[in-house]
T-cell receptor, first 114, second 113 residues
Framework: AQSVTQLGSHVSVSEGALVLLRCNYS??????LFWYVQYPNQGLQLLLK??????LVKGINGFEAEFKKSETSFHLTKPSAHMSDAAEYFC????????????FGTGTRLKVLA | DTGVSQNPRHKITKRGQNVTFRCDPI?????LYWYRQTLGQGPEFLTY????????KSRLLSDRFSAERPKGSFSTLEIQRTEQGDSAMYLC???????????FGSGTRLTVV
């Protein structure tokens, strides 16, 4: 069975500082991995995805993530935090066949300090 | 591309009442998913349609829940005899068959009082 663990339910960074949100997954088959962002009372917006190919994936709003198979990780980073990055971030893994349903982590709430 | 539309955005209902939510996916997307998100948690899979066929249901979906997608277009999620534990955000998402990465709607927040 697949699962996702997001370390740190709350992360605070200063504006301009590096953002690092951690995601580890468990999957018995090659996974497809995603990061989504959710603003209050909104749905989820896709930030980036890893399916195959290059393990360093660039997404929207300056975010990127690196798939590390040996560490079963897919951490999300951004070199310089902006106030508008304050939101909740979800990592998800999906099966590569069948329903393609997602298994989400419990989320990390990012706070950006002025 | 007008995105995934969900209605209503908010619903407050008394325990024991029935409620129905609607999801209009992106028109060319043939896969449609329903998820439930409770406070402080990530979304949890409820059910999935490919075109009009409901192909998988989570065990979270008790017999009080039913979902339909007539003609493979919009979908409805009905909850009968609502309970306080049904209070959550109900999210709909759609995607093309071989396209990884859902487009989510803004969700319907249900409060059962």
């Amino acid at each position: 069975a697949q699962s996702v663990t997001q370390l740190g339910s709350h992360v605070s960074v200063s504006e301009g500082a590096l953002v690092l949100l951690r995601c580890n997954y468990s999957s018995s088959v090659p996974p497809y991995l995603f990061w989504y962002v959710q603003y209050p009372n909104q749905g989820l917006q896709l930030l980036l995805k890893y399916t195959t190919g290059a393990t360093l994936v660039k997404g929207i709003n300056g975010f990127e993530a690196e798939f590390k198979k040996s560490e079963t990780s897919f951490h999300l980073t951004k070199p310089s935090a902006h106030m508008s990055d304050a939101a909740e971030y979800f990592c998800a893994v999906t099966e590569t066949s069948g329903t393609y349903k997602y298994i989400f982590g419990t989320g990390t709430r990012l706070k950006v300090l002025a | 591309d007008t995105g995934v539309s969900q209605n209503p955005r908010h619903k407050i209902t008394k325990r024991g009442q029935n409620v129905t939510f609607r999801c209009d996916p992106i028109s060319e997307h043939n896969r449609l998913y329903w998820y439930r998100q409770t406070l402080g948690q990530g979304p949890e899979f409820l059910t999935y349609f490919q075109n009009e066929a409901q192909l998988e249901k989570s065990r979270l979906l008790s017999d009080r829940f039913s979902a339909e997608r007539p003609k493979g277009s919009f979908s409805t999620l009905e909850i009968q005899r609502t309970e306080q534990g049904d209070s959550a955000m109900y999210l709909c998402a759609s995607t093309k068959t071989d396209h990884y990465g859902y487009t989510f709607g803004s969700g319907t927040r249900l409060t059962v009082v």
